[in-house]
């Protein structure tokens, strides 16, 4: 649990963040009456699809996994809030429920406002509406992306491309190309992914592993695919 009397060294970092730094000292001041700051365990849901979408996240520390299920149950689309990320930006201003789940990979505090607050200020912020824009117009590309290496009727690609991404948008880059995902990955979180089964994402880990392009060592990859 965060004290309150914890706030004001949370408040000081947010206030330097892009996310918020373009609010007047009022403005700032609304989000702050009414923000929570809360400690995750790993594993715990913030909130899941179609929940009534009541508040706005950032990511102080942590790293969270969303996850959008479509009508019939059969498909979902994984992605991943780093810290210094905010969410969710899908259904600004538009959309009642949330689009899609979250939940979290690690340990994560996480700090949140009134989404109808949130949204009114922006109306009011010009510069921060902006920011919002271009956020939301990184976030599609990076989906769209994702979504194309993902659209393969090949297994083990989507395997392949799925740690392209992994090491790509959560690994931290080591000599050579390399690159290492300091958070556990799951066979059958990676499997989740790419959309396949625990044991095709298993034998192609394995085969990976001995062709030198991925080291998997106690759930953690160190990824040479480029």
């Not at 009456?33 to 950032?58: C, H, N, V």
């Not at 009011?124 to 824009?133: A, F």
Request: net charge neutral.
């Amino acid at each position: 649990m965060i004290k309150k009397s914890d706030y004001p060294r949370y408040i000081q970092m947010l206030k330097r963040r892009p996310e918020f730094s373009g609010f007047t000292p009022d403005e700032f001041n609304q989000l702050e009456q009414q923000m929570r700051i809360k400690e995750y365990p790993k594993g715990q849901l913030l909130f899941d699809q179609a929940d009534t979408r009541s508040r706005f996240y950032f990511v102080i520390s942590g790293l969270l996994r969303s996850e959008r299920i479509d009508e019939t149950g059969d498909f979902s689309f994984y992605s991943f809030i780093a810290e210094n990320k905010g969410f969710p930006y899908r259904g600004l201003f538009h959309d009642h429920e949330y689009a899609y789940a979250v939940n979290t990979m690690t340990p994560a505090v996480v700090v949140s406002f009134p989404m109808a607050n949130f949204e009114n200020l922006l109306t009011r912020n010009s510069e921060m509406m902006k920011r919002v824009i271009v956020e939301m117009g990184q976030i599609i590309n990076e989906n769209e992306d994702q979504l194309q290496q993902m659209v393969t009727s090949s297994a083990s690609d989507r395997v392949r491309n799925a740690l392209k991404i992994l090491g790509h948008k959560l690994g931290n880059r080591l000599k050579d190309d390399r690159w290492f995902v300091p958070c556990a990955i799951t066979l059958i979180e990676l499997a989740k992914m790419a959309g396949t089964t625990r044991e095709t994402a298993s034998q192609v880990v394995q085969r990976l592993e001995a062709e030198g392009q991925i080291i998997y060592e106690h759930k953690h990859f160190t990824i040479f695919i480029k």
